[in-house]
């Protein structure tokens, strides 16, 4: 059992992996839940500290394509981006459903 939080410092978009004893660990890209080893090693091999946003959301909707059970669509995900300056935003169903296109 783990919880991903996101947010943003001074230094930029951050990303914590945090257990129920309340240790965290720092990440660049991580996934929990079913499946959770296999969508690691997706994203160690995908991704990389030059990724673009566009890239990084693709990566992330494949990462959990290869897990998902039963059809991915913009009503069962959600996709959430934190920007460098600080702001915090879910995409619409819509713009979901636009990156779900581009990957088919």
């Known amino acids: 059992v783990s919880l991903l939080v996101i947010g943003s410092d001074d230094k930029g978009p951050m990303l914590y992996q945090v257990d129920p004893s309340g240790s965290y660990w720092p990440w660049k890209a991580c996934a929990i839940g079913k499946n959770m080893v296999n969508a690691k090693t997706f994203l160690e091999k ?3 500290d030059d990724i673009e ?3 990084a959301i693709h990566t992330a909707i494949l990462t959990l394509k290869e897990g998902f059970e039963g059809q991915i669509s ?4 959600e996709i959430a981006l934190v920007n460098n300056d600080k702001t915090f935003r879910v995409l619409t169903a ?3 459903l636009d990156y779900l296109g581009e990957l088919e």
């Open 74 to 77: 913009e009503t069962n995900i």
């Open 53 to 55: 946003l566009e890239d």
């Open 46 to 48: 995908r991704y990389n």
């Open 94 to 96: 819509a713009e979901v």
